[in-house]
């Protein structure tokens, strides 16, 4: 983790307590629940978005393209980590054999104060066959400043034998000072065009 940087005078004005959260990521790929967000035209991402204790969102697309080449291409950090909201950011692989890929990323936000928090992410394979497949990421954060209570996410990416298109849908949740459904719209937005582009072995658009 980078080094804590929120003192203790800003700390003890804005909220009780600033010390660190450690909150593992529970073991294997569950779902966190159903998505809600219907299917839209090909290559375009709905949204519905909502609050229970935390601000939650569905997204759902529909996109052409490999999905083995979009898997593929999800293993790197930078293209599914919301760095474009990020001011500092260093990615360590994890060597587990349960996931076909693991990382953490240790996260920086200079906003006010600099808030540092760590998200552990895992990638598998749940479903691969003559049917379709179903490969599932799942994101949370694990460690790091208590501003941020809570986030968590899904990816899930299939295909169907009948189809050729590739099924998206993602979720998200979070609970955090300063945190709103309109900057979990934009990375969200963001990370599919990622995976549009991917899938099309396409340049990945710039940060907006």
Not at 46 to 65: A, K, M, N, S
Request: glycine residues 10%; aromatic residues 8%; hydrophobic residues 40%.
């Amino acid at each position: 983790m980078f080094a804590k940087t929120c003192s203790l005078a800003v700390c003890l004005g804005l909220m009780p307590g600033c010390g660190d959260n450690i909150d593992p990521l529970p073991d294997g790929l569950t779902s966190l629940e159903a998505n809600t967000a219907p299917v839209g035209a090909l290559g375009q991402l709905q949204l519905v978005d909502g609050e229970d204790g935390y601000l939650w969102l569905h997204g759902r697309g529909r996109l052409p393209g490999n999905v083995v080449a979009l898997w593929r291409g999800l293993q790197v950090p930078e293209r599914v980590v919301a760095t474009c909201r990020i001011n500092r950011y260093q990615f360590n692989p994890i060597a587990d054999e349960q996931y076909d890929f693991s990382f953490s990323s240790d996260n920086e936000v200079d906003n006010v104060v600099t808030v540092d928090w760590q998200e552990t992410w895992r990638f598998g394979t749940l479903r691969d066959d003559a049917t379709g497949s179903l490969r599932r990421i799942r994101y949370q954060k694990t460690e790091g400043s208590s501003f941020i209570s809570l986030i968590e996410g899904q990816i899930d990416i299939s295909t169907d034998a009948a189809s050729n298109d590739i099924d998206v849908q993602l979720i998200e949740h979070l609970d955090a000072i300063g945190g709103g459904v309109s900057d979990m719209q934009k990375s969200m937005q963001r990370r599919f065009d990622i995976m549009v582009a991917v899938a099309q072995g396409a340049p990945v658009p710039p940060c907006p």
